[in-house]
């Protein structure tokens, strides 16, 4: 346990910070799986579309240090893979 007062408040910072984080890569997951989902059942309009809001997710993360700017550009460059993919194959 902290002892000091500015390590009590850095504690207090982190717990918030850490919420925070959680629930964006919350949201990151969830956009990330409805755009695979979408790829899979076939569905190309649907996938772009929340490919869309994914990307903008992804790189607000990105901007911010919840994840690496790379590990954003990483995983947007896999998703857009995925659906030119399906697009060459309908």
Known sequence: MPNTASA??????DEVK????????????????TVREAVEAGDIAKADAEFILAAKQLDRAGARNVIHRNAAARKKSRLQK?????KAAS
């Open 18 to 33: 850490k919420a925070r984080n959680r629930a964006i890569k919350s949201v990151i997951r969830k956009r990330v799986r």
């Open 8 to 13: 009590k408040k850095r504690l207090r910072q």
């Open 82 to 86: 995925l659906i030119k993919g399906a």
